[in-house]
Each structure stands twice: as structure tokens, then as C-alpha cells.
């Protein structure tokens, strides 16, 4: 299926353009166009208020003999949405508006006509002023005098400022920037307090820290005053009391061993003398 939109068209060969019929049309033929209505308008007829935006089915034509800088000018035609007068305006490239001609009055123009008559006056002034050299000299004049008016006006106003005023704004301002000063001493010095408290916390600890460690010293070690001279008496007597144990519980074990070979019946051991009169008497014999 070939395509509906077609870029390059097919020209035969024998192609001609110059014998294709030309449509005859009238110069100032009118074509219909789809617009917003460009500002707020009134009818004229029955006051129906058409607002800036409103879409209408519009005829455009060119206006003949009318140009700006060789720019065309363009007509619109709109009818009325309630009794269907006919409402025209055209373009304004000069001012990049658009103006209205019949039908309707345009609303909101206050602004626009005061412009427009300021516009006007002061060409009126320039013109007056490049063809009259003595409204020049006027007017300079006139300028010049309402200078001195305004600064005689603005050293009296300052005069009687001068009679009026009580406060010294000299004093003042010394006084706001003495506050400025005694306020950054206050601050230098609460900075400098928090330092040395910061500080002073720092020693203290340190301090503890030493003071625990000499304690524990204190108590592991004792002055030479206070160390006792071992009791030499006490201690030979442990050394004889522990040879005799020693002797005592040998002799047991050798009675321990003889008792099942020999046949002898166990004495009744009431306690360590026991034992020892028991091996002495088994000495005494086995001599």
C-alpha cells in the first residue's frame, strides 16, 4: 500500500508547469481564519462584553494602501456571540497592538490613552523647542529656577531640623559602639574563665591519679621500725617437731609392712604415744 503523505512526487519528463491553467483571484479576497479576540471589547449594539481570549470564526483581508516599514497591515471581521453585529479591527505594527474600527469600544484604555497623550506632548515640546529658540531660554529658565527653590526649600527644612533636634546622634552612636565593646570584653573573659576551669579539672585529675597510686604503695610496703626479728627458739622447736613426725610416720609404715609376715596382732593404737611405745618395745625385743 503506498503511503497517503508524500515528500517527492513523481514529474514526467514532458512535464510543463507553464501549461497548467491559473486560478484567477481577486486581489482583496477574504479568507476564513480561526482567532482569539486580542483585548476586552464592548458591543456597541447591546453592550455585550466580548473578554481578551475569547475564540471566534474570523474573515481576514489585507488593507490596501496602508503599510509600515513595508509590513502589511491585516483587517478582521468577528461577529457579536449575542446579536451578531459585525465587529471589525486591524493590526498595529507600529505600536505591536491592534486597533478597533467599528462595532465595539475597547475597554481598559485609560492607561494606553494617557500614554498616547504623553507620547504627543512631549514631540509637541521638542518641536516647539527646535523651532523657538526663545521657548528654549524659557524653559531652560524655568529649570533653572526650580532648582534653586528646591535646594533654599531643602536647607530650610534642614534648619529647622537643626532648632528641633535634642538628641545627639554623636553620643549615640559612641554609646551603641561602647556596648559593642564591653560586650566582646564580657565574652573574652567568660572564654577565657571556661579555659582555665577546663584546665584546673585537667590538674585535679592528674592529681587523683597520683594520690591513688602513692596510697597503694603506702600499704604494700612497711617501714623497717615496724618488721619483727623472727623468735629463734620458736623456730628450732618447730624444726624438732617436725622430725619427730617425720620419724613417727616412717615407723608406722615399716609396723605396717612386719604385721601380715610375722603373725603379730595389731595393738590398739589410741594415738601417736602409742606408736611409740609400741616400736620401742619391738626394738627391745628384736636386741
Known amino acids: 500500500m503506498s503511503e497517503r503523505k508524500v515528500l517527492n512526487k513523481y514529474y514526467p519528463p514532458d512535464f510543463d508547469p507553464s501549461k497548467i491553467p491559473r486560478m ?26 466580548i473578554y481578551k481570549g475569547k475564540k471566534f470564526n474570523a474573515r481576514k483581508e489585507d488593507v490596501e494602501n496602508e ?7 491585516y483587517r478582521f471581521y468577528i461577529k457579536c456571540t449575542r446579536c451578531l453585529q459585525e465587529i471589525s479591527f486591524k493590526t498595529d505594527p507600529k505600536n ?7 462595532g465595539a469600544t475597547r475597554n481598559f484604555m485609560a492607561l494606553k490613552l494617557a500614554e498616547e497623550q504623553a507620547r504627543r506632548e512631549e514631540e509637541e515640546a521638542r518641536e516647539e523647542e527646535t523651532n523657538n529658540p526663545m521657548k528654549l531660554l524659557e524653559n531652560r529658565t524655568q529649570q533653572s529656577k526650580n532648582e534653586i527653590e528646591l535646594l533654599e526649600s531643602l536647607e530650610e527644612l534642614r534648619d529647622l531640623n537643626r532648632r528641633q533636634e535634642t538628641v545627639d546622634y554623636d ?13 566582646r570584653i564580657l565574652e573574652m573573659q567568660q572564654k577565657e574563665d571556661e ?40 623456730m628450732e622447736v618447730s624444726t ?16 605396717k609392712r612386719k604385721l601380715p609376715d610375722e603373725n603379730i596382732s595389731k595393738p590398739n593404737m589410741g594415738g601417736p604415744l602409742s606408736l611409740v611405745n609400741y616400736s620401742e618395745s619391738s626394738d627391745d625385743t628384736s636386741e
Open 240 to 255: 624438732s617437731q617436725s622430725a619427730n613426725r617425720t620419724k613417727k610416720n616412717i615407723l608406722s609404715n615399716m609396723i
Open 171 to 183: 553620643l549615640m552612636l559612641k554609646q551603641y559602639n561602647g556596648e559593642d565593646k564591653i560586650k
Open 24 to 49: 484567477k483571484l481577486a486581489k482583496n479576497r477574504q479568507y476564513t481564519v480561526r482567532l482569539m479576540a486580542p483585548f476586552n471589547m464592548r458591543c456597541k449594539t447591546c453592550g455585550e462584553y
Open 96 to 102: 505591536t497592538d491592534y486597533e478597533i474600527e467599528a
Open 67 to 73: 503599510t509600515y516599514l513595508n509590513i502589511r497591515i
Open 195 to 234: 579555659e582555665t576551669i577546663k584546665s584546673m579539672r585537667l590538674k585535679h585529675k592528674r592529681l587523683q591519679g597520683d594520690t591513688r597510686i602513692l596510697e597503694e604503695t603506702i600499704e604494700t610496703v612497711e617501714t623497717p621500725a615496724k618488721i619483727r626479728k623472727p623468735n629463734t627458739a620458736k
